[in-house]
């Protein structure tokens, strides 16, 4: 499975969990207008680091976080490189 | 705070003329031969009067060694198994210690080069004995040092027998065995139930694997049997456990949730079943045995047993009994709060009559400014009938500081089938979110083949 499709398969399961709704994962989608709230956010990274072995952002020594939705896939397709 | 003399333990021989045993893996001693009898080669003399530290690595020769130096000795430094021996002449010095008692086994160390040295042997040689001296003698123990540096606390044998005698009737016909060490509190204090109550008392053995345990539980005919919550969930997993069938049964040192209680209940349809809370400084607090988790809300307030427990404004129990220690040995550190109550650093919640223990006070994981007591997720996690134990920990997290994952062991092996792992795992999740709040939801689940129990019998918390 590539790296957007886990990230994407993800993102839906927290948010069935969550009982949120999505909006639609477009690569412009701004993350905070998503649906998912801050915790959602901190357990899709955490459930990303299960599955694809790394934390980007943990790991980093800025404290970037990415705008929309094709930049936070970039990050991880960045890191699993 | 009123302090009760208690005779020596050797006394507590001539409460019966039968034989009595402690028993390690490897070998027996009947410890009522001490009436007439030696395990220090006949040289307790030597030890009268002075500050003894217990350096014996066996818990058999621990056993027979405090039985004959109670009342003799000024006072006994019992020395847990895994002590670091670096701090060990720090430790020595400020306990004023001049002599050592050890057995075959004692890993030597410049500390203990001391001007008394007295071996022990595992059994019971026939000497002549005097009358004991009868001095009052202090028993320092070392905390378990689950956080910091490991402090030494000193207790008497009034404070450390008064749980025992308020409740138990000598029952000679009773053989205890425990999961403990007990050459720390929980388990000295089995050592001091089987003793006192005239019983034989099978012990532990570092490293023994838990079926060959529960043989020799089984063998013994083990008719008491105390343990952690952790112990407990680690023989339970274990098919041996079909060969005991204790009459009692008891849980202390961690949290009792109601899973445990409710499997010990299946497994052990006859047996009673108590858990206590009890803490090397505060002393033994109290028994539950209406067989449910938590203690009835009527504990907090009145004095029961001498012992007098309030809720502190940081949700804290706090504890002035009798029963606790009297003082730190080597630290300007006070054991008590200024109206004499020991704080124990457990956090207690109030629902309905009841009050439930949620967690350590430093134990707490902040996600995002929310709080969470591991051990409040951990007791969900084990209600579900395929898992054996849990632990709960803090994992760093980029937008919420931190977050709760879990290891888990299941009871069987899903056979490695990831499909069926799967399906367990969201089946614990789905049961977290049907009883927890979102946050407390673990984020991750990870299945481990076991979990490690510290040298004090309780699920090790510092790392993975």
New interface residues.
């Given amino acids: 499975m590539s790296v957007k499709l886990t990230i994407l398969n993800q993102i839906e399961r927290v948010a069935r969990?969550?009982g949120k709704i999505l909006a639609p994962l477009k690569e412009d989608l701004v993350l905070a207008d998503c649906g998912l709230d801050?915790?959602g956010?901190?357990?899709l990274?955490?459930?990303l680091?299960?599955t694809l072995g790394i934390?980007p952002?943990?790991a980093a020594e800025d404290a970037y976080?990415p705008v929309t939705l094709g930049e936070f896939v970039k990050v991880y397709e960045h890191g699993a490189r | 705070m009123v302090r009760v003399e208690a005779p020596s333990l050797r006394h507590a021989l001539a409460n019966t003329s039968a034989s009595r045993f402690f028993w390690d893996r490897t070998a027996s001693a009947c410890y009522t031969d001490l009436r007439h009898g030696t395990s220090l080669g006949g040289r307790l003399a030597e030890l009268s009067g002075r500050s003894v530290v217990l350096a014996t690595e066996s818990q058999l020769t621990t056993a027979l060694a405090l039985m004959e130096l109670d009342g003799w000795a000024r006072r006994i430094v019992i020395l847990p198994p895994d002590v670091d021996t670096a701090d060990l002449g720090a430790v020595l010095a400020a306990a004023e210690i001049d002599a050592a008692v050890f057995d075959g086994k004692t890993q030597q160390s410049p500390a203990l080069n001391l001007p008394v040295r007295v071996a022990c042997v595992p059994n019971v040689v026939p000497a002549n004995v005097s009358p004991p001296v009868n001095c009052h003698t202090e028993w320092l123990l070392m905390t378990s040092g689950t956080t910091g540096v490991p402090k030494l606390v000193l207790h008497d044998v009034a404070g450390l027998t008064a749980a025992v005698r308020a409740r138990s009737v000598a029952d000679g016909a009773a053989v205890w065995g425990t999961f403990y060490d007990i050459r720390r509190y929980g388990g000295l204090q089995m050592y001091l139930r089987a003793v006192l109550g005239g019983a034989s008392l099978v012990l532990s053995s570092a490293g023994e694997p838990v079926a060959d345990h529960l043989d020799r539980l089984a063998q013994h005919g083990v008719t008491h049997l105390s343990g952690t919550p952790s112990h407990w969930r680690r023989a339970l997993m274990n098919p041996a456990i079909r060969k005991i069938a204790p009459r009692y049964v008891r849980l202390s040192g961690e949290i009792a949730d109601q899973a445990i209680l409710d499997r010990l209940r299946a497994t052990f349809p006859q047996a009673a079943i108590g858990h206590a809370y009890a803490s090397t400084e505060a002393g033994v607090a109290f028994d539950v045995n209406d067989g449910l988790a938590g203690f009835p809300a009527s504990y907090i307030g009145p004095i029961r047993d001498g012992v007098e427990m309030k809720v502190f404004s940081d949700g804290s129990l706090r504890i002035r009994s009798p029963r606790a220690a009297r003082r730190y040995i080597g630290t300007g550190q006070a054991l008590a709060d200024a109206d004499g109550f020991v704080d124990t650093g457990d956090i207690i919640e109030q629902r309905g009559d009841r009050y439930y223990f949620a967690g350590r006070k430093g134990g707490i994981i902040n996600?995002?400014g929310l709080k969470v007591h591991p051990e409040e997720i951990e007791a969900v996690i084990n209600q579900h009938p395929q898992v054996g134990m849990s632990r709960v920990w803090s994992?760093?997290?980029?937008?919420?500081g931190a977050?709760a994952?879990a290891d888990v062991v299941l009871k069987s092996d899903p056979d490695g089938a990831c499909a069926q792992q799967t399906m367990i795992k969201d089946d614990i999740?789905k049961l977290c979110?049907e009883t927890l709040p979102?946050?407390k939801?673990p984020?991750?689940i990870?299945f481990v083949p076991a979990l490690g129990i510290g040298a004090a019998g309780k699920l090790a918390r510092r790392e993975r």
């Avoid at chain 2, 994992?395 to 919420?400: A, G, L, M």
């Fill in positions: 969990e969550h801050s915790l956010f901190a357990v990274v955490a459930r680091e299960d934390d952002f943990t976080f | 996600i995002g994992k760093q997290n980029p937008i919420t977050i994952v999740l979110r979102r946050h939801v984020a991750s990870s």
